[in-house]
């Protein structure tokens, strides 16, 4: 059996207005990646549910992440909207980096300030490519001039 987006539509719907139902957290990543259509599709849908009951508001909570260009507070007005911008992470990133970068295997500590630097540096506010890198470092058990060759060869962004 195939499930259709109006099939399972209906089934979340049926959840959601059960008012027996527990409170209800839905996350919904990088909704920037669906085609526009489908998109388009499921915030009417959203927004229709949201607005057809009052109670639905106390139960169901739900975070959509995007990049800037979909304009989910179009459907959704009065969203909250948190910019995730490379300044804004800024932070959160070099204490991440700071906490993985001592993960290292056996390694000195001006490397370990090299590599924390180069990251931190070249980040253009990507979690993914960050933990990618130290992935790839802490496997690594080669020499520091293997690691320094792989600082300075380190790709500035993830392929698409």
Known sequence: MSWSFGMLWRVFGRIVKDNKARPICVMIDAL???NEETR???LNHLQYLLRQDDSIHKRLKVIIT???????DAYLPGALDIP????????????FVAAEVN????SPEDLLEEVQNTL???VNGMFLWISLILEDLQKSTTSLRTIREKLNSLPKTLPS
Do not use: E, T
Request: hydrophobic residues 30%; proline residues 9%.
């Open 32 to 34: 920037d990646k669906c």
């Open 40 to 42: 388009s599709n499921f």
């Open 66 to 72: 995007s990049r800037p260009h979909v304009r989910i």
């Open 84 to 95: 995730l911008d490379p300044d804004n992470l800024k932070r959160d990133i070099i204490a």
């Open 103 to 106: 993960k290292l295997p056996q």
């Open 120 to 122: 931190i540096r070249d």
